[in-house]
């Protein structure tokens, strides 16, 4: 940090992204017109603590959505444009193609903020008529022509994070979508412990204070080791006789990683595991949210076994790594480059694939203990307000990656000005 401070053009970029996250922050704190402040400040206090799913959408929203600010909707349109986009990507031959040129991917990244303006259009509307059906705490917390002015306000917040997202992509660090959603979780996370203080005294806090690091620390370590990990397949490179040497060979390594996508599919199975939950408060004639699947117990072993499961699955189910091994195969070829033991061509690829599913055989397992390990933890120490566990995984899933790719980027800018003056003309320029 005192050599980002120190160097003028990363300072600025550094508080350039300081001020964009200000501005965000400040937009999910303005109400929308239309919107009883008191009244909605109220009712999602006493939600955020008696029921833990509107605990959750307080997180998760960076406690816009239960307020109906003006960004209440959060980053949710853009992460859904952005999934719907790659969809359509794989799919379309003419959205492959711009994909593949430079200037191609510009233009769908311009979709991409057009199909999230529209989606927060089509969310803005149903947070806003569900407000006014009741479906939200506190009942009937808008006033006037409530509806409307909620949902349009909503919907122009959906372009301001739009252009904030431009702007930290331009001339911020970072990337701009993950660096927001993990602003907002950090800032409502530890509302959600002091509410543990309210509901269940000081000793439940103090227990939760302590379990809620422990366990972050040793899921973070477990990621670590998953991540970094690797097993290198050794490959030698033929060299041509030089003068009357005897030929020798080169040996290199593939790199088969264990894990490369941090607490995705935990992230996954718990917002499978919720999404009755979230219907049953916001869809019209939902039914009451006091059911085993509308009412989870994030405490409740029937809970915890269901979590476990899910992850297993979703990440089994999930491609085993970024490893091609048909192309990996045929490049050895093309390159004559063998494994040692191994005929080159289908041979190769077969055997590749082999370590490849071998070495990722206990991931999910992992994955799963992982997911489970928060609150099985606060459910021992006697917390009943286990979703603060699924608050640390929440936490851990949008921090993890989010500070790797800043911290990367942040080093490699100050490394590249720290050598520029040794660097040519045409590089420095480039």
Known sequence: MRALLRTPGLRAKLLFT????????????????GADVAALRDAAAAAARDDPMYALLDLLTGGGLPHLSVLGLGVFPHVAAAVAMGLLTGAVPRLRALAADPDGAVRIGRYV???AVALGAAMGTAVAFAAARGRLPGGDVLTGAGPVAVAASMTAGTAITAWLLGLIAARGFGHGLALLFFTQVCAVFPRLLADVRETEGTGAFAAALAVAPLTALLAVAALIVLTQAERRVPVQYARRMVGVRAPRSETVYIPVHLH??????????????????????????GGLPDGLWTAPKHGSAWFMLALFAVA???KAASPLGALDVDGTANRLTREGAFVPGIRPGRPTAEYLAYVRTRVGFATPFVLGTLAVLPHAALALAGVRATHVGTSVLILLGAGLGTATRTTRQAVLEQKMHEYAPYLPTSSRKN
Do not use: E
């Open 18 to 33: 300081a001020l964009a996250v200000l501005l965000y922050r400040l937009g999910q704190n303005l109400p929308s017109p």
């Open 113 to 115: 903020d057009v199909l």
């Open 260 to 285: 490369r996508t941090g607490l995705r599919a935990v992230l996954i199975a718990l917002a499978l595991l919720h999404l009755p939950a979230l219907a049953a408060r916001l869809w019209p004639g």
């Open 312 to 314: 297993v699955l979703v």
